[in-house]
C-alpha cells in the first residue's frame, strides 16, 4: 500500500500570506494526486486533480506541483474562507487503489 | 450539476451489516464511476471501493472481504453493504463521483453531504 504523508500537520498563517502544504508517497506516483478541502461538518471538496489541474470553480489562488513522490498545494494569499483541513490523495495504478495523507489542518495565526 | 444523497440507518449492532444507499440526482449513473469513502470520528479519510454500471468494482483490500457493492440504473442508486461491522466502522460514509478521461480514474469530484453511522448495541 502506498502511504502518503502529510506536513506540517498544523500550519498557521495570517489571513493575505502564503501558506505551503506538503505531501509526500512512499513510491512514486508519477502525477496520480489530488488536493482536497474539507470544512468542519461538511464533506471534502475537490480542489485540484493530476497534481496540478484546478477543478470546476476553484480560485485562481489555489496551485498545486510535483511529481513522483513530493508534492505541494501554494495557496498564494489566505482568505478567511480558506481555512480548513487539506488531504492529499493518491490514485496510481489500473485499477487505482486509493490513499488519503492524513491531514493538514490550516488555522489563522 | 449533479447532487448525491446518502440514506440508510444511523445505527448499525456489532456483527449485523451496513447498508447504504446514495441517489444520483441526475441520468448520469451509468456514465460514471462511483465510490464509497468514509471518516471515523475526529480523524481522516478512507477510500473504501468504486463501482461502474458495467458492473467492475475495485475495493479496498483491508475491507475487501466484508464489502458489496452494486448499482441500480433505474433507481439511480448505489448501494453499499459492509458486514460483520465493529465499533471501528462508526464513520460519517461519502458517496463521490469519480472523474474519468483518456481511460483513467481519478480524484473524486462531486460528493454527498454523508450519512452518519455508529455501530453500538
Known amino acids: 500500500e502506498i502511504v502518503m504523508t502529510q506536513s506540517p500537520a498544523t500550519l498557521s498563517v495570517s489571513p493575505g500570506e502564503r501558506a505551503t502544504l506538503s505531501c509526500r508517497a512512499s513510491?512514486?506516483?508519477?502525477?496520480?494526486l489530488a488536493w482536497y478541502q474539507q470544512k468542519p461538518g461538511q464533506a471534502p471538496r475537490l480542489l485540484v486533480y493530476?497534481?496540478?489541474t484546478r477543478a470546476t470553480g476553484v480560485p485562481a489562488r489555489f496551485s498545486g506541483s510535483g511529481s513522483g513522490t513530493d508534492f505541494t498545494l501554494i495557496i498564494s494569499s489566505l482568505q478567511s474562507e480558506d481555512f480548513a483541513v487539506y488531504y492529499c490523495?493518491?490514485?496510481?495504478?489500473?485499477?487505482?487503489?486509493?490513499?488519503f495523507g492524513q491531514g493538514t489542518k490550516l488555522e489563522i495565526k | 450539476q449533479v447532487q448525491l444523497q446518502e440514506s440508510g440507518p444511523g445505527l448499525v449492532k456489532p456483527s449485523e451489516t451496513l447498508s447504504l444507499t446514495c441517489t444520483v440526482s441526475t441520468d448520469s449513473i451509468n456514465r460514471y464511476y462511483w465510490s464509497w469513502i468514509r471518516q471515523p470520528p475526529g480523524k481522516g479519510l478512507e477510500w473504501i471501493g468504486y463501482?461502474?454500471?458495467?458492473?467492475?468494482?475495485n475495493y479496498n483490500p483491508s475491507l475487501e472481504s466484508r464489502v458489496t457493492m452494486s448499482l441500480d440504473t433505474s433507481k439511480k442508486q448505489i448501494s453499499l453493504n459492509l458486514s460483520s461491522v465493529t465499533a471501528a466502522d462508526t464513520a460519517v460514509y461519502y458517496c463521490a463521483r469519480m472523474i474519468y478521461r483518456f481511460g483513467d480514474l481519478g480524484g473524486m469530484d462531486v460528493w454527498g453531504r454523508g450519512t452518519t453511522v455508529t455501530v453500538s448495541s
Open positions: 490523495q493518491q490514485y496510481i495504478g489500473r485499477p487505482p487503489m486509493y490513499t
Open positions: 463501482i461502474h454500471y458495467s458492473g467492475k468494482t
Open positions: 493530476d497534481t496540478s
Open positions: 513510491q512514486s506516483i508519477g502525477s496520480s
